[in-house]
């Protein structure tokens, strides 16, 4: 699966490693939640990042606590039509002002990404090769947002109030 | 009427390129049929028993006429000359071809309509009131928060792929034209005692294999804090609804499972960390919503102007002004409705011929305005009274003024196994049987307000739980067969009807409704005594023995 990064297509430097498989010595590191509960300081100690595997039936309020000290959290859509992960995303960014890499994981299709990247996410394992070549037009596909999200788009209702406001002191 | 500005008109624009695109990636097999599904249906298109169903959005009702003839010429252009409204203020049209989707839906974006989210597990149309803005002791109007609600809704990026479908209805009178108990979230605008305008927020109800009356969560959430209040609704049930078992994905069964006071605990404690962020709604922001609705600059008539005295001596149109013009909020003027149950016809639909006459008729009349209510009939929602005679003339002329609204042959229908795929049984013959027995208008005036409500399957698309008189096809050993249930209601007094005992067979079913209504005729205890309420007061056995003594 193709690693979508800053629009455009990056190499994974995180290193997957499986639950009980032993940690390598450095490098970066992509870990599943329990390990990441189980026994934060072993692994937050060695040198390389650490990255978790958040899953999507889980309360991201167990994740907080460790959240400054995490480089990537990897959210999971086991299928298209499961959207936890959306909120997870918007919670952890817009709440919890997390702001290292958050990555969609899973069933991820270009048909997503727009809803991703209000979300908050911005690094997508995506499934298909052809989704990820299309990532950058894709995710241009609209101009307007209805809904405030923490991506720092200004949403409609907020773009008319401006629009009115740059009228009327034009005149 | 409602304006579309720029930027609604860019995003109807660029989504109707997203789906083109999604088509040719389909047709391509670029696309799975899985994949497609999802996205397909996120646009309205549903694959059904003989062809795509294609089903369009009438936020709230409100059409101009503009907009109700482009409707007909997709229905002329696209299908074969009609189109069928149902009871979520949608139209949908049954046999359309996958490639000609792209070129329909930017036909009706030109004129501001579109098919967003009229199905697939996300917040659908958001529904109101029919008569919003001129029912007279109206609150406020309601569509200004619907259509606040509307943009909200659409394309949200965290609720787009929610356990399953989402319905939100609204209403601002106190009588409820819009059943917003039977809704996931259900929202009654009304005053509080320092006079502000707020909501009264219900939620968990629905029909369905399990249908519940919605439980209020809040008795008042000011206008401002509506939609972040939503949205902590929202949030706790995308993350909590269960996703393992579509029968239970619904928004009630959360509800149900947890209890109202457990769901709304978690839902405030949601609301509490959101309160005064960026969803919370500048006072500047609704009246900017509500300055692009429009209303007719009504002229001053009196209350009984000549030709409606003259016109009087009818008794034909008297009889049908007596059933279909309701009252309006300004003097001299009458909401009209146009009955869509013909004698022998299927419930809600209407030919392309019959939509462009509508059409017509509203500019000439209703100030090029028409509504779409759930009842699957529609309105001119300003008629000048003077003008009454002359529109009864025309619709007359064009089969659309049957005067037999609310009353037994009003009946609500779903398409059933003559179109749909997840049907059981058939749905509009028996609606046309129905109204052929009950033709004679007198007789039908005698009985009174009296709803029938018919489904094809358990999944309630008639909404046959809250009809005065319900009908649910059932199948049994390959044959068709309804439960009958009576005593429901979805106005501001809903509750679900009660099944009166074994389900017939199709060819008794008619049968049976006549044996219902000649019960409730000897039993009601004035004229005056609507069917509901003789239901309610001696409950089902008196008629249960009635039906199933002979049989």
């Known amino acids: ?171 | 009427m409602y304006a579309y500005d720029e930027l609604d008109r860019t995003l109807i624009n660029e989504r109707v390129s997203e789906f083109r695109d999604q088509v040719k990636r389909r047709l391509s097999g670029e696309l799975t049929e899985d994949e497609f599904k999802m996205l397909r249906l996120q646009n309205g298109v549903y694959l059904q028993l003989h062809a795509y169903m294609f089903r369009v959005a009438i936020p709230y009702g409100t059409l101009s006429s503009k907009q109700l003839r482009r409707l007909a010429h997709v229905g002329r252009r696209y299908d074969r000359g009609y189109g069928h409204f149902t009871t979520r203020q949608n139209i949908q049209f049954n046999w359309i071809k996958l490639s000609d989707l792209p070129d329909a839906l930017a036909d009706l974006a030109d004129v501001g309509i579109h098919a967003m989210q009229t199905s697939g597990n996300n917040m659908r149309n958001v529904t109101s009131d029919q008569w919003a803005g001129v029912a007279p002791g109206e609150v406020e109007d309601p569509r200004i928060w619907s259509e606040i609600l509307r943009q909200h809704t659409t394309l949200h990026p965290e609720f787009s792929f929610l356990p399953r479908k989402f319905k939100i209805a609204i209403t601002a009178s106190e009588h409820d034209r819009a059943a917003i108990k039977v809704h996931d979230i259900g929202l009654r605008l009304h005053k509080n005692a320092d006079g502000e305008t707020g909501f009264e927020v219900l939620v968990g109800g629905g029909l369905g294999r399990t249908p519940f009356i919605g439980k209020t969560i809040k008795p008042f959430v000011l206008g401002r804090d509506i939609l972040s209040y939503v949205e902590a609704i929202l949030r706790v049930y995308n993350q909590y609804g269960r996703r393992d078992n579509i029968y239970k994905a619904r928004i009630k069964i959360l509800v149900h499972e947890l209890g109202i006071e457990k769901f709304s605990r978690e839902v405030d404690e949601e609301w509490k960390q959101m309160d005064g962020g960026g969803l919370t709604l500048d006072h500047s922001v609704v009246e900017e919503v509500r300055s692009r609705f429009s209303y007719p600059p009504y002229e001053k008539l009196p209350h009984m102007p000549d030709e409606l005295k003259q016109a009087a001596a009818d008794p034909l149109f008297e009889r049908w002004r007596k059933n279909s013009v309701a009252p309006h909020k300004v003097q001299g003027y009458s909401i009209v409705t146009l009955s869509l149950k013909p004698v022998g016809g299927p419930p809600g639909d209407a030919t392309a011929d019959q939509m462009d006459a509508v059409a017509d008729l509203a500019d000439k009349y209703s100030f090029g305005e028409i509504r779409v209510g759930h009842e699957q009939n529609l309105a001119l929602p300003h008629v000048a009274k003077r003008d009454l005679p002359k529109l009864w003339r025309a619709l007359d002329r064009l089969g659309l003024a049957t005067p037999n609204v609310n009353l037994v042959t009003d009946i609500i229908a779903c398409p059933g196994l003559d179109y749909c795929s997840l049907a059981n049984a058939r749905s509009i013959p028996i609606a046309q049987e129905l109204t052929r027995r009950f033709a004679n208008h007198d007789t039908a005036e005698m009985i009174g307000r009296l709803h029938i409500n018919i489904s094809g399957c358990i999944n309630a698309c008639g909404h046959h739980h809250v009809g005065h008189i319900g009908i649910l096809g059932v199948e049994k050993n390959g044959e068709e067969f309804y439960q009958i249930t009576i005593g429901g209601r979805a106005d501001e007094h809903a509750q679900m009807g009660e099944l009166i005992g074994p389900a017939v067979p199709y060819a008794e079913v008619a049968d049976v409704i006549e044996d219902i209504v000649e019960a409730y005729l000897a039993l009601r205890d004035r004229p005056g005594e609507l069917f509901v309420d003789t239901v309610k007061r001696l409950g089902v056995e008196p008629f249960k023995e009635r039906v199933y003594a002979t049989r």
């Open chain 1, 1 to 171: 699966m193709p690693l979508v990064k800053n629009a455009r297509i990056a190499t994974d430097l995180f290193v997957h490693v499986a639950d009980g498989a032993e940690l390598p010595g450095d490098g970066d590191v992509l870990v599943s939640a329990q390990r990441l509960l189980d026994d934060p300081e072993t692994l937050l100690k060695r040198p390389g990042k650490v990255g978790v595997v958040w899953p999507n039936n889980r309360a991201v309020d167990d994740l907080v606590p460790h959240l400054n000290r995490l480089a990537a959290v990897a959210l999971v859509f086991p299928s298209f039509r499961d959207g936890r992960a959306y909120s997870q995303a918007r919670l952890l960014r817009e709440r919890h002002g997390y702001d290292g890499e958050l990555r969609a994981t899973g069933q991820v299709l270009r048909d997503q990404f727009v809803f991703m990247v209000r979300a908050g996410f911005d690094a997508f394992d995506v499934k298909k090769d052809a989704d990820a070549d299309a990532f950058a037009e894709t995710v241009k596909r609209y101009s307007v947002f209805y809904q405030p999200t923490g991506d720092g788009r200004v949403a409609a209702f907020n773009r008319r109030m401006q629009l009115r406001h740059s009228e009327s002191a034009g005149q």
